[in-house]
């Protein structure tokens, strides 16, 4: 039997700026030592100060340097709580865990989407074809890394493009760096007030037709879902990939996650070594 002196109570976090900060919070207030990976030193700050919280910044770019992160630093379990469409990491985090016999588990929210007539669910980007886009307003609220490409297939369809972009480096350049005009690029964090100001007040202000945004079940999301809802205007949601189907472990409450991982850490203390544990 191992004794709890041996048994580490790190864990490790992967999330933006919703997500991981209140995962963290719970974990630190047990006396779990937190290891929380963010892209952005801006991202970093949404984070508390304390001694056991460590935050790491920067992109996982393979499999082998997750695992010599989860080696190093004695991960007892590693939470998946990225964007639902940020499916390399993810994939790499399901296979390195799975090699090393880590516990992976996955938190992503709901996407409780109303049941509206002018709400739509697509697979792909480019899949706004049941309605007549010829010079119609669309704005693009799906991050930066597909939106020159998606811009430009519906500038193709004879659309008006605009976007949202979130207030990043990455962002900044890629939106102005793209085929839309500069002057049909707003740059703006999601409201967090459930009022969604700025966003209906962009959207009447550039009287948009079509709304296109992906189901993450953020803020961004829900604030579109508001904006459109009960207006002339049309939601267009890419469903989310499956590939985060695969893991053996997922959640979308944070109560259930904490409550799963205090259990994963008595069971490790009470019958072995992480090595012996399988999920």
């Known amino acids: 039997m191992q004794n709890q002196g041996n048994c580490y109570k790190n864990v490790w976090i992967l999330s933006g700026t919703s997500d991981g900060p209140v995962i963290a919070n719970r974990l630190l207030e047990l006396n779990y030592s937190v290891f929380a990976s963010v892209l952005t030193y801006k991202a970093g700050q949404a984070y508390i100060e304390n001694p056991k919280l460590h935050i790491i910044t920067g992109k996982l770019n393979n499999k082998d340097q997750i695992i010599n992160f989860i080696n190093k630093n004695k991960i007892t379990c590693v939470v998946d ?8 990491i993810s994939k790499n985090l399901n296979n390195a865990c799975k090699e090393i016999n880590t516990p992976l588990l996955l938190f992503e929210r709901k996407s409780l989407i109303n049941n509206t007539n002018n709400f739509f669910y697509i697979d792909h980007l480019k899949d706004i074809n049941n309605v007549d ?21 519906y500038m193709n369809c004879k659309a008006n493009v605009f976007t949202r972009v979130l207030p990043t480096y990455e962002s900044i350049t890629k939106a102005f760096g793209s085929c839309i005009k500069n002057s049909n690029i707003a740059i703006l964090e999601p409201s967090k007030n459930n009022k969604s100001i700025l966003e209906k007040k962009l959207c009447d202000f550039w009287e948009i037709d079509y709304v296109l945004c992906r189901e993450s079940g953020s803020y961004s999301q829900k604030n579109w879902e508001s904006i459109v809802s009960g207006s002339k205007m049309k939601l ?7 590939v985060k189907k695969d893991y053996a472990y997922s959640f979308d409450q944070y109560h259930n996650l904490i409550n799963h991982i205090i259990k994963k850490y008595r069971f490790l203390i009470h019958y072995g070594s992480i090595s012996n544990d399988h999920h």
């Open 133 to 153: 886009i010829e010079n119609k307003n669309i704005l693009l609220a799906i991050g930066s890394r597909f939106l020159n490409d998606t811009a430009s297939y």
């Open 81 to 88: 709580a990225t964007h639902p469409f940020a499916v390399i």
């Open 236 to 242: 267009f949601l890419v469903r989310r990939p499956k």
